[in-house]
């Protein structure tokens, strides 16, 4: 039986009707012309039965390889949903979710009260596009954009370079006079000046800093959001709109009575919903939040 695998072998076919064989050559001996003694060329035939079975034993294990490698990266990037990272918990609710163990935006802690706390986030980029649905939480626009801006973050760039995901996803609204809210993490809803019109966002890799491939697509826009302070409150469950208002309303109350921040002017209600679909209610982290400012400013 001839081995898969001889760098010192060459393969040569014989086409000739009166010869049903494959010769391997042994080629050693002519890569030494410049040695003293040359060793004799030798031969082998084997049908093309066993050719075919080798050519199959080489095939199978490069796919096996391959299949290794994939495996290994679905292991990998499984295992960042089925073993989550959690946030410091204050209740037992928080104590229940779960967020995916990928990139968020670094943010610092500032100070806590009931029920919110107030953090400072750090700078970021995100690539954004405008959502068809009248709501930031109407499920055929959300799809919509949420594909438009998987497809820029997966390969549909200039550079044709697939990124990383990272969390949440965040749904933010603009305050009816157009003023213009910074959003935070993967990806952004925001609504525009224009009535019924939402803003989707995904925060970019921190990794690239202000060298993002650019978007092949023109509904897709790529902008920094600055540092900026927020007051945010935790909840689980499904988000929608109803459940936004109120506890917007109730964000709101609490930051009247706080002695340090007030709410920015202009400020608008902002959405981060940090798990996948299938997570179940009672794990997935959501959070409201509204930019603040401290009052001696």
Do not use: C, H
């Amino acid at each position: 039986m001839v081995p898969l695998y001889n760098p010192t072998l060459s393969l040569t076919l014989s086409n000739s009707r009166s010869s049903n064989s494959i010769i391997i050559t042994n080629s050693a001996s002519s890569s030494s012309a410049k040695t003293k003694r040359q060793r004799p060329t030798t031969t082998t035939s084997f049908s093309p039965f066993q050719a075919r079975v080798s050519l199959i034993f080489a095939l199978a294990s490069q796919a096996t390889s391959l299949s290794q490698r994939l495996v290994a990266d679905v292991a990998s990037e499984t295992a960042k949903y089925l073993f989550p990272k959690r946030f410091e918990s204050r209740t037992i609710e928080e104590a229940f979710m779960a967020v995916p163990d990928l990139e968020t935006p670094n943010f610092k802690v500032l100070s806590r009260r009931d029920p919110y706390e107030i953090r400072e986030v750090e700078p970021y980029f995100v690539a954004e596009t405008t959502m068809p649905g009248k709501t930031g939480f109407d499920f055929n626009g959300s799809s919509q954009s949420f594909n438009v801006l998987a497809e820029y973050l997966f390969g549909k760039n200039t550079r044709k370079e697939q990124m990383e995901m990272t969390t949440p996803v965040f749904t933010t609204k603009n305050s009816s006079d157009g003023v213009k809210m910074e959003m935070t993490t993967p990806v952004l809803t925001t609504k525009s000046g224009e009535p019924d019109k939402w803003k989707m966002s995904f925060v970019m890799p921190s990794k690239y800093g202000a060298d993002l491939p650019l978007p092949k697509d023109s509904s897709v826009r790529i902008k920094e959001v600055p540092r900026r302070i927020v007051a945010v409150v935790s909840f689980s469950g499904f988000v929608n709109d109803e459940e936004v208002k109120q506890r917007e309303l109730k964000l709101r109350e609490a930051l009247k009575s706080d002695r340090q921040f007030k709410i920015k002017e202009g400020s608008s209600v902002e959405v981060a919903q940090y798990n996948p679909p299938f997570t179940l209610p009672f794990q997935r982290r959501n959070e409201i939040a509204l930019e603040v400012e401290r009052k001696n400013e």
